[in-house]
């Protein structure tokens, strides 16, 4: 894995000045679009658009630095005006583009090389469950991707579910575990808008296929699961778990990801203050060459 995030990084910087999209560096690199944004925020605390923004205004700003003008470095490194360049140059290093020149001032963002860091101390607990084909049930909307923090989106969605909705989901739930889960699918990212959504249900695990029309319905094959138990402060915990999931435990072990997806529930302490056990499902395959 480690040589496909070097690969990704020398695509990216073969093709700055061209219109490109993640899921072709994905492509190029023989992984998953989902996979590869969550393994690179893992390792880097960076979204992937953000290092591919960076990366190109520090060689426009090397290109100010000799005196190419602002409009050509603009349009060379992907903007579609010279407003919206100018502003995004001025976030990113403080001052305007046209005064890169003569203060002989800027900034520079190095090009990511991943190497191996030999960790340990910490354990992490996980299970391998073998399970057929079922539906997830529930109340369903596009929401902001977003890897830290609570997503209020998510929390609006939860809110707005009906009595008659919970009287539903409780009526058909049958499949294990017997708790409402949260499954984030279909997302997208437009690096340049710096914008992002995915589809994210709120529901339970079924096998019925009489699902009333109050509900959305997602089907779920066959899969074998890695499931990851966890519990401390919430939300972090949550996030963090699935940060090491992607940095330390799918490198490390004879699993990959089969699908861009995975559930989550999150069982709160009343006896202590923003404290919860959850678990977390990710759908896995064995790599090639793993023994079964």
Not at 54 to 76: F, G, I
Not at 233 to 261: C, G, H, K, N, V
């Amino acid at each position: 894995m480690l040589k496909k995030l070097n690969d990704a990084m020398d695509y990216i910087e073969q093709h700055l000045q061209e219109d490109f999209l993640i899921k072709d560096v994905s492509e190029h690199v023989n992984v998953s679009d989902y996979y590869l944004r969550k393994l690179f925020w893992a390792l880097t605390n960076m979204t992937l658009s953000d290092y591919i923004k960076h990366r190109r205004l520090s060689e426009a700003n090397k290109e100010l630095l000799q005196h190419v003008s602002v409009t050509d470095v603009a349009y060379k490194y992907g903007y579609q005006s010279i407003d919206g360049f100018t502003r995004a140059f001025k976030k990113w290093s403080g001052i305007l583009p046209s005064q890169v020149a003569d203060l002989r001032q800027g900034k520079n963002f190095q090009k990511f090389k991943f190497v191996i860091t030999v960790k340990g101390g910490v354990t992490m607990d996980y299970k391998i469950v073998e399970k057929p084909a079922f539906n997830i049930a529930g109340v369903s909307k596009r929401v902001p991707l977003q890897f830290q923090g609570v997503n209020t989106e998510i929390v609006k969605l939860a809110q707005s579910i009906t009595d008659e909705q919970q009287k539903e989901m409780h009526r058909i739930q049958n499949v294990e575990p017997y708790h409402v889960v949260n499954v984030s699918y279909e997302s997208d990212t437009n690096f340049l808008e710096e914008s992002g959504e995915l589809t994210h249900i709120i529901g339970v695990l079924t096998t019925h296929e009489d699902i009333g029309c109050q509900l959305a319905c997602l089907h779920i094959k066959p899969y074998t699961w890695a499931v990851f138990p966890n519990q401390g402060i919430f939300p972090f915990t949550l996030q963090d778990t699935m940060a090491r999931i992607y940095s330390e435990w799918f490198p490390s072990s004879d699993y990959e990801l089969a699908e861009s997806f995975s559930f989550s529930f999150t069982l709160m302490d009343e006896s202590k203050e923003n404290y919860a056990y959850s678990e977390i499902w990710i759908p896995v395959i064995k790599k090639n060459g793993a023994q079964i």
